[in-house]
């Protein structure tokens, strides 16, 4: 023992550990397992239990303890006369346990005797509970050690909160019948003495019996506590003033679990009303600050009753009553905001138990439901300490933010139930709000944010409809959001907040055209694109653009005032550099909406031509001088200034391109070709930056995207313009799937008028597709997730679809070209590839259309444009893709898209059929059917069906004949 002792010391949190070098603490370590696990199980005891006896150390205590439970639970100690050892010497300990003694060391002993019990009661050892109970009158130390084993025993096995074995289960109920039936009430007699008696002399220990108490009344005769000894000394502890705090807490706890004890409805109202005649004050605000969790539980468990039994019952009448008179303690607990002594969540979940129930709120109830909105907007509110991090928003203020916003949800939530119940109310409550915010120099950041944040939810309940015509307060509520200036709309919050409002509500100006010149005051001046923050600054442009789209006719009377509001603001973004923008805004916040909201606004028809022009001229002038002057200075500039430069021009090209959103082909190439000529120059511009900057790919991907535009709104007539060819230098992965986008946009728009261009530019872009997608650029493995195989997944995505747009809107003579015929090969080998055993079906649907095109476009019956493309599709397509990939039992014809692909490969052959004739059947059902196994009745019946005019006739016949052959799992046939 001497050397175990030493060692456990070593190992442990000792002086003697600290003094010690890791190797030595090692060697104790192992030295210590070696006992525990490699000791005969009675030697462990022995072992143990004098150390337990002997040692002076509680870090030897707690070992022995430890291994004791250790060798319990792995059933190590199984012998009777060991098992009586050991409950005899704890029962013994835990009787003659000092409260003196360190709380781990209680713990951990009551622990052991709670798995000794679970193990043996009442079986084997029936009198646990009566020999563990102090005598009268009871001491601090061994009513302690009672409560621990109490507690234990719930933690590990009796408690139903926590998922449970049904070997738990089992043994929890044997445990409970059994005390049940020996010695509950000599237990809960300790439990009222062990209060009454030592709240003065020792409250912890007191407490520690109570919350044992607590844990035990959902499943003992609640009478034994509910009664008039009991009940009226847990609410005098509770509510003395010279109760300590932890058993003030303990007492509040026992008559929460009384309140919830299960039931029948009317047994439980006579249980809250015995509550509240035992308590006269329980409604009193008094009560709601020092018994919280007893309050909420019994509102809660009153309201309950009442839905059960309902209005009409007497029990449910009185049950509402009761639920009433406690309601002000409620609120008050509610209001106190103290995170220690109140459940936020059980207060909200009564709450909203509370105003669901409501149908037509009577007087009384909407006063109880202004009551509850206070708690909502108490509770939503921000901490003041935090109001300087919340407008940097920095590290602590962004976390602070995340913590509202989670804790906001059931909040909300709440508010919407009392605005579907009680409207007029609602409205009323954010009136006063508004009222003290805007009436008051001193208003608070965190009242003016809650204020608005409730108008702003409060616009997600009432219908659009309602915010349109203003029906109720909102015809009043919303011109006093639009005209407000709050003495502190410079913080971040109250800023977004007011912005966001703003933009819920701003259907109404659609109604009342008289405050359009209110909502363009909200975002233009400094409450929104010229806010002092840059982050509200560039928010409120976004909201501007969609204020734009919703109201774009009501505003041309302000076109000027408007564009004249903008001037800095759109010189500043086309100024100050890619690099600039945060990256803690979300893409849709960069600052270019401002720019798409102006095109809107310009682009709308009913502004004349030549103001339309002169608008446009303003804007597209100045932008086009920068773009000039860029490319010429970085011809002289060295390499960093350059790219400097190059970050200036794409914010000045998101600029044009945002703008040009406002404009369609109608107009710029119909109605008003001048402004087509405006934009054609912009273009001309533009394209100048591809021939200064080759191989900044950020600038090309904003060129190629004001292309993309630009294809858009001139149509045919920038075919000419389009630079495909300098658009391929250097690409690599990325920059194909950009390019081609773009070329599938043009064969998409133009259809075979973009032959010429793209026969002219097809062999490189072919030539450069073979080197990228070579052979080894897709490794198999976990390897193979990697950036740059995703890069070139969807490049051979773009590219099948490239290939599909091509054959669809009939380009496909494109591949016949003299100077494309050298990749025909390997485009015609990829495509079957990919149609037989591509893991993307859908990817494998495109390419069986595009054969299916090119059999359309290259086959008649008497010629064919591609010589030996026939053979190619009877011995390589039909068999490969129509037969032995759809034999595969990875092609499951469960699945919709599976079945789509498959209605393609029926409509293959029906085509092939119709332009090869012979040479399909001959191939297909005298050779390919044979050699897959197809009986030959089944394949006379194929040819048959072929012949048909019934395609849906066809396509459930071949699925069978599928299924059929593959039911015959010949182990000849290889199933790729």
Not at 332 to 358: I, P, W
Not at 364 to 383: A, C, F, N, T, W
Not at 497 to 515: A, G, S
Not at 912 to 917: A, I, K, L, P, V
Request: include cysteine.
């Amino acid at each position: 023992m001497d050397d175990l002792e030493q060692a456990i010391l070593l190992a442990s949190d000792s002086p003697a550990a600290a003094a010690a070098c890791p190797a030595v603490r090692a060697e104790a370590l192992a030295f210590c397992a070696r006992a525990r696990d490699e000791s005969p199980p009675s030697s462990l005891l022995r072992l143990c239990l004098s150390g337990l006896t002997s040692s002076p150390h509680a870090q030897v205590h707690f070992w022995c303890l430890q291994s004791l439970h250790y060798a319990l639970v792995r059933r190590r100690l199984a012998l009777p006369d060991d098992l009586a050892l050991l409950r005899s010497s704890l029962l013994s300990l835990a009787v003659s346990s000092h409260s003196a003694s360190p709380p781990f060391l209680r713990n951990k002993l009551a622990q052991l005797v709670a798995l000794l019990v679970r193990l043996d009661y009442p079986h084997v050892y029936p009198s646990y509970f009566l020999d563990l109970l102090p005598p009268p009158p009871p001491q601090p130390g061994p009513t302690d050690m009672f409560a621990r084993v109490l507690i234990s025993l719930d933690d590990d096995l009796l408690s139903q909160d926590y998922p449970r074995s049904a070997d738990e289960a089992s043994d929890a109920m044997r445990v409970k019948d059994s005390m049940r039936a020996q010695c509950v009430p000599q237990i809960a007699r300790h439990w009222h003495a062990a209060a009454s008696t030592l709240r003065t002399a020792d409250p912890a220990a007191a407490a520690v019996a109570l919350d044992a108490a607590r844990r035990c009344i959902s499943w003992i005769d609640v009478g034994l506590v509910a009664n008039d000894v009991f009940v009226p000394l847990l609410f005098d502890i509770a509510m003395s003033p010279g109760s300590a705090g932890p058993l003030a807490a303990a007492a509040v706890g026992c008559l929460s679990a009384v309140a919830a004890k299960g039931m029948d409805s009317r047994a439980k109202v006579a249980l809250l009303r015995s509550l509240l005649v035992a308590q006269q004050g329980l409604g009193s605000p008094d009560s709601g600050l020092k018994m919280a969790p007893l309050v909420t539980t019994y509102a809660a468990e009153a309201l309950e009753c009442y839905r059960r039994l309902g209005p009409s019952d007497a029990d449910g009448a009185a049950a509402l009553e009761m639920l009433e008179e406690v309601l002000t303690a409620v609120f008050a607990a509610a209001e106190s905001c103290d995170e220690e002594e109140v459940d936020s969540g059980s207060v909200l979940e009564f709450l909203s138990g509370y105003v669901s129930m409501m149908k037509a709120p009577s007087e009384k109830q909407l006063g109880h439901l202004g009551r509850i909105l206070e708690v909502v907007r108490v509770q939503m509110s921000y901490d003041p300490a935090y109001r300087g991090h919340l407008d940097a928003l920095d590290k602590i203020g962004k976390e602070e933010e995340d913590l509202m916003a989670e804790q906001r949800k059931d909040l909300v939530a709440l508010f919407r139930s009392i605005c579907r119940v009680a409207p007029a109310a609602a409205q009323l409550f954010i009136r006063g709000l508004l009222v003290t915010s805007l009436s008051s120099a001193e208003a608070s950041v965190e009242d003016v944010e809650v204020a608005l944040t409730l108008f702003f939810w409060l616009g997600e309940v009432v219908g659009e409809e309602e915010i349109r015509t203003g029906t109720g307060l909102l015809g009043e509520l919303v011109p006093m959001l639009l005209s407000a200036r709050f003495s502190c709309h410079t913080h971040r919050l109250v800023a977004l907040v007011y912005l966001e409002t703003v933009t819920r509500y701003m259907k109404f100006t659609q109604e009342h055209v008289q405050y359009v010149p209110h909502l363009l005051g909200v975002f233009l001046d400094n409450r929104g694109i010229h806010h002092q923050n840059a982050h509200v600054s560039r928010r409120a442009g976004y909201l501007f653009m969609r204020a734009v789209k919703l109201l774009k006719a009501k505003l041309v009377p302000y076109l000027d005032t408007i564009l004249q509001s903008l001037q800095d603001v759109l010189g500043q973004f086309t100024s100050m550099g890619w690099t600039n923008k945060d990256p803690k805004l979300p893409s849709s916040e960069d600052g270019s909406q401002i720019f798409e909201a102006v095109g809107l606004l310009i682009g709308i028809e009913d502004i004349s031509p030549e103001k339309q022009a002169q608008c446009l001229t303003a804007f597209l002038n100045p932008l086009c001088h920068q773009i000039e002057s860029l490319v010429m200075d970085a011809k002289a500039q060295g390499h960093e200034e350059s790219l400097r430069r190059a970050m200036n021009l794409q914010q000045i090209i998101v600029a044009l391109n945002m703008v040009s959103k406002g404009f369609n082909e109608r107009l710029v190439m119909g109605s008003r070709p001048a402004i087509g000529v405006m934009f054609k120059k912009t273009l001309d511009v533009v394209l100048q930056v591809l021939v200064s900057f080759p191989n900044v790919r950020t600038l090309r991907s904003k060129v190629i995207s004001f292309l993309h535009r630009m294809i858009e709104i001139l149509g045919i007539s920038v075919l000419p313009c389009i630079p495909l060819r300098q658009l391929l230098l250097d690409n690599e992965a990325k920059d194909m799937v950009d390019f081609l986008i773009l070329v599938n946009q043009i064969i998409c728009k133009f259809n075979s008028s973009a032959s010429g261009i793209l026969e002219d530019v097809f062999p490189t872009i072919a030539s450069r597709l073979s080197v990228i997608l070579s052979q080894d650029a897709f490794s198999a493995g976990p390897a193979s997730n990697t950036e740059e195989i995703r890069e070139l997944q969807e490049l051979q995505r773009t590219l099948y679809t490239f290939l599909h747009a091509m054959a669809a809107h009939d380009l496909s003579t494109i591949l016949l070209a003299p100077s494309s015929r050298q990749y025909l090969e390997t485009i015609m080998q990829l495509l079957l590839f990919t149609s037989c055993s591509h893991k993307d079906i859908l990817l494998r649907k495109a390419c069986v259309q595009i054969f299916v095109k090119l059999i359309k476009d290259w086959c008649t019956n008497s010629e064919d444009k591609l010589p030996g493309f026939r053979v190619f599709m009877i011995e390589k397509f039909a068999t490969g893709c129509c037969l032995y990939s759809v034999l595969d039992k990875s092609f499951d014809l469960r699945d919709a898209n599976t079945l789509v692909l498959f209605g393609e490969i029926v409509m293959a052959q029906k085509i092939m059929y119709e332009r090869f004739g012979e040479d399909f059947i001959v191939n297909f059902v005298t050779k390919g059917l044979p050699e897959a196994h197809c009986p030959p009745d089944l394949a006379e019946q194929y040819f048959q069906k072929l012949q048909g005019n019934d395609i849906k006739a066809f396509r459930t016949f071949y699925q069978s004949l599928i299924e059929k052959i593959r039911q015959q799992e010949n182990g000849s046939l290889v199933f790729r």
